[in-house]
């Protein structure tokens, strides 16, 4: 059996890279691997068909690295992020008094 020797690319000040995924999708790769093997192990223990619960699994399995791809092109080392911080900034503030703003200009002088 030949040992295989995969290339985990790094330039300085640059994050991981391996096999086309960025940073942290390297790592949400891995967890959906973990949650499937638990999952088949589930549906194993209740006695489902083993041809079943492998095929659930692998369909699960090709959707998930498909997802993890397409999300590691799309928004790359810190896109991810910024989208999900970009959703919970508010769309306008309302403010049914002045209160606060006449209060802080009072303290001030």
Same mark, same amino acid.
């Given at each position: 059996?030949?040992?295989?020797?995969?290339?985990?690319?790094?330039?300085?000040?640059?994050?991981?890279?391996?096999?086309?995924?960025?940073?942290?999708?390297?790592? &949400? *790769?891995?967890? /959906?691997?973990?949650?499937?093997?638990?999952? #088949?192990? @589930? +549906?194993? $223990?209740?006695?489902?068909?083993? &041809? *079943?619960?492998? /095929?659930?699994?692998?369909?699960?399995?090709? #959707?998930? @690295? +498909?997802? $993890?791809?397409?999300?590691?092109?799309?928004?790359?080392?810190?896109?991810?992020?910024?989208?999900?911080?970009?959703?919970?900034?508010?769309?306008?503030?309302?403010?049914?008094?002045?209160?606060?703003?006449?209060?802080?200009?009072?303290?001030?002088?």
């Amino acid at each position: 059996m030949a040992n295989s020797v995969y290339q985990i690319n790094k330039g300085i000040n640059q994050s991981i890279e391996f096999k086309g995924l960025k940073a942290q999708y390297i790592w &949400y *790769l891995g967890g /959906g691997v973990v949650a499937l093997l638990i999952v #088949f192990a @589930v +549906m194993y $223990i209740i006695g489902l068909p083993t &041809y *079943l619960c492998i /095929g659930i699994i692998l369909s699960a399995g090709a #959707f998930l @690295v +498909m997802k $993890i791809y397409a999300m590691s092109n799309t928004y790359g080392e810190y896109g991810l992020m910024k989208a999900l911080a970009r959703k919970q900034v508010p769309k306008l503030i309302k403010s049914r008094s002045r209160n606060f703003f006449i209060g802080t200009k009072e303290k001030q002088s």
